[in-house]
């Protein structure tokens, strides 16, 4: 393969040599290329299979819209398949790999899906594979699956960074060519501000493979000026290789920006890309126009290429297509290349243009054929000739490169993401944006303008109105005469081509051809909705960017009617496809979700605790100790420690909410169902709260800490849903009552101390008397501990049954109080025990948690029903509550359940059955909700709901786990397996 | 991506800044009529265009909020402190 | 007698600082929240007078709520009264454990907290003294300019570390 970098030109820089790899064969390029000129400035046509026959394929764009160059670069976790080679810079190192070809790029096996291409049309999905049904399982899909498809993800961890970020502006400007820098800089030099955003490695869009000159300047170097003053502005932030990819509501736009995906080794703190959420006043969508390819035999081939691409590697990389070219032009850019390849001194072997006058002003040395069409091209591996009908004759002509422009499509993705609708215009051949947009505003190219000298006009005029509309004192910059503009008049509209042998392909990506489309319109799947889904058609990654125009000018043709009346599949963001890695941003590992840290974390963590993750909480599950052979034995030791002497346990992620004001206990005999309203000073009670729809919402203790101040507790899942709900019945429920609510979770570090012993323990460190008469069972004080050295809040309160307490301390002294406690209380045995034992001693009790708790139960259920009020006029849930079926006599009722032998054991979940009744769901009588080994009975014990629960106590049952086929012989009880009179309690 | 809701003590806030609640309803009188309170606990409207809903600018300020918004387009319409206008809606 | 020195939440982060970024946890002082009834008009009659005579800085967080913070402890009686000292019109709570204060600064200060909160932190819209309770990532703060750069942001203790380790992330390229 012989160079084909010409001599001098271009915007690569020669002094910087870059060496890269293509399969593993070694070539070289320049600071400048990308992948796709550094590949054709090798000689490099051929660059991939396709996706469904396994073609060769090349490259045939210069930009974003690329179907065919797709490759694989990266190794390990850093493997990027699927991308663009026209999109990637080249550096040094890069090795790109092909994809979709075995064993070879050259000799590609899957290419024998060629010969079955009459089995392979649309719909053969459906059609094919209809039976024997169990086929489809083990041969077709394997086959399909290993035969089709593009690169391979890589399974392992993508080991670099992202991040996100929030920007905000006055004015963005998306697409940094001709329009995009005039606007900028019309609404920048006026005080704006202003973002631009450009997919490119640098700005300048159109304007680096331009050869036209503005005020004397050459385009690229008038690019370069703009940028420059553009950087150099305090108020304005230009992003090169960023995408934007979606405009949403709000005015927001997301761009993707890839800050290190041109370089082979990233910074390691420094993110690859950065996800930008862009909030503007107003933005100008200067995003140009895409070239539309043209439908003939081989218009896949390796060197057939768009006509504005062929240009850009020719101008930009100083890539010369090859030795005999042919442009194929329904308009007048065709033109502007036959210039600019002349002026290099390269040689054209005919223009060919379907238009009678077409070319008029070409005054070059090529051949020119006039209503002419190409209908095949021919070549295989590398293109070598095409046929040409013209007058009804057919003429073959050798060429090695073929250019195409059937005419420009605006890129107007963006201006349809908000659910807009495309317009079609009969006079510009092509779809406009929606037609009322706010707040985002075509402009250049992008609104169907045509040519340097328009595009800069109409940019610095809609970037200067759009910046006063603002406020902003500006006005249009005048950019000077333009020299050596072509503007393209808009194509001969050319959809289909008379007289095609091979296959002719619309979508190059999906291999959707000519031909699929006629079929899906004889077939009735002519809506371009249905056509879409039958022929794949503008399904792939590039989402039909380059192919669905045509595909809606075909269906049209084929159903008689416009291109208008056939419409557009929706518009939807990405633009172009967006990593996952820069979508979850920052937020994986270990930094996927915000870690609560308890204050008595450290206490816990150095008494050797196992932790347990509850929500965004690591709390303490038990505190093994040497020789203890699993956790179970751990618990065990630290229930029975519980019930024997004494226990320390951190409860600092319990919800707290302190509710203050003239009206808080108001407030609190609303929100709750019993009542609130004279709970003395000085007193906690357990308050049970109501859903609107009369189910059990969560519960706590609340205590009176003085007439107007509550101190409210809730359960660890539930503290930032009950604050919410707190907050919607004084604001949103009841705003004219006076009370002020404050989350104060953080600041109290609170610990239970629960066991006999735990008075003597507590006194140790607190100054008040705690004698049963002094603090009684739900006295509820502020104390002075240690002397007067701290102050903290002492609620006698018990979730275990026994003699317990609740102390809450500010929390930086949390971990130093449990320790001083921890010592206090070791001569009497006080051993730290966590959630496991927690659970197990309120099981015991019978006291429920959210496992029973579960959005099903009323507070009758739970045996309840006496403490709700019936006489407060109203409380959140009072009214549903009366309803029937929530006074049901054969509701499910909290119950206890405990095995006949105890050496037998069940789990939460499993099903109660009447005994000796067969495992239907018919005989479902209800089930277990919570269940732990407790060591003061010597057996598994359960809490359970089960119908009429409440009048079984004695009844024998079989406990039912249909997940493991297990029968337990059982009883139900009292839910209560300790202290059933409460005298460790008032101890 | 975004969806910003313009909050009337914090400005423009991304949703992800708020907890919805759903419809913004009148609570019913404690005494009404059992079919009224069956509306308001379960009975949705679902419309296609403008609906009041109860937002939370749980990251922000805290305060209950009444949000109108299109449902298909996601525009704002209207944005007010829940406790503004006295009782819901 | 036991040991009581109070343990700081951020006790295990060590400053991160170079010339474009610092991020240091401030001083666990005192914050008072201070919230007004519904009826009171704000601001609350003599809530500044309060600050001045306590040398606390005052910090706007919502309708009717503001806090009280200063970098050294307020002894605990002198904390009662003052929590009273607004009553009936504003009810004051205690925060001074409940909430920790970070303090971001540098020329880069802006651009690594708009990594993680949609406010817009331009001078023009986000002046010294304004104050603004947001998301910063996953967790909710309560920022404050203290100059142009510099940044004071106030979190939940639970979330301290992870906060600090968040920021310490969106901090890394300019350190």
Redesign the interface.
Known sequence: MSSHRLPQGGLIDRSKPLAFTFDGKPMQGFQGDSLASALLANGRRLVGRSFKYHRPRGILTAGAAEPNALVTIGSGGRTEPNTRATMQELYAGLAARSQNRWPSLHFDIGALNGLLSPFLGAGFYYKTFMWPAAFWEKVYEPFIRKAAGLGRATHQADPDRYEKRWAHCDLLVIGAGPTGLAAALSAARAGARVIVADEQAMAGGALLSETATIAGRTAPAFARDCAAELEALPNVTLLTRTTVFGWYDGNVFGAVERVQKHLAEPAPSVPVERLWRIVAKGAILASGAEERPLVFGGNDIPGVMMAGAMRSYLNRHAVAPGRATAIFTTNDSGYALARDLEAKGLDITAIIDPRESGGADYAGKARLIRNAVVTDAHGGRSLSAIDIRTGGRTERLAVDALALSGGFSPVIHLACHRGGRPVWSGEKAAFLSPASLDGLAPAGAASGIAGLAACLADGAHKGASLAAALGFAASPIPFGPVEGDAPAAPAKVLWSIPGVRGKAFVDFQNDVHHRDLDLAVKEGYGHVELAKRYTTSGMATDQGKLSNINAIGLLAEARGVSPGEVGTTTFRPFYTPVSFGALAGAYHGEHFQPVRRSPLHGWAERHGAVFVETGLWYRSAWFPRTGEKDWRESVDREVLNVRNNAGLCDVSMLGKIEICGPDAAELLNRAYCNAFLKLPVGKARYGLMLREDGMVYDDGTTSRIEENRFFMTTTTAYAAGVMNHMEFCAQALWPELDVRLASVTDQWAQMAIAGPKSRKILQAIVDEDLGNDAFPYLAAREVSLFGGRLHGRLFRISFSGELAYELAVPAAYGDRVAEALTEAGQADGLVPYGVEALSVLRIEKGHVTHNEINGTVTPGDLGFGKMVSASKPDFIGKAMLQREGLNAPDRPRLVGVVPLDPGQSFRSGAHILAKGAAPTLENDQGYVTSSAFSPHIGSTIGLALVRHGDERHGEDVTVWNGLRGEFTAARLCAPVFFDPANEKLHA | MASLVPCPHCGPRPKEEFTIKGAALPRPAPTADPAEWFDYVYLRDNPRGSYAEYWHHTAGCRRWLVVSRDTITHQVAACRDAAAQGHAA | ?????????LAARKPLASSRIRLSALP?GTIL?M?????TPGPVDGLERLAAKTGLALRA???GQWLLVGDRPTP?PQACRLLAALE?H??G???????VRLHLEGPMAA?VL??G????L?PS?FAPGHT????V????VHLTRLDAEAFEITV????????W??LA??C??F?
Do not use: C
């Open positions: 007698m036991p040991d009581l020195r109070p343990f700081p939440a666990e929240q919230i007004a009834g519904p009826q967080i919502s309708p605990y009936p504003a009810s709570i205690d925060q001074s454990h409940g909430r651009t708009s990594k909160t949609a406010v817009d331009h819209a603004a309770a947001t998301l990532g996953h967790v909710s939940l203790r639970g979330f301290a570390e992870a906060l380790d968040d992330l969106m890394a390229e350190l």
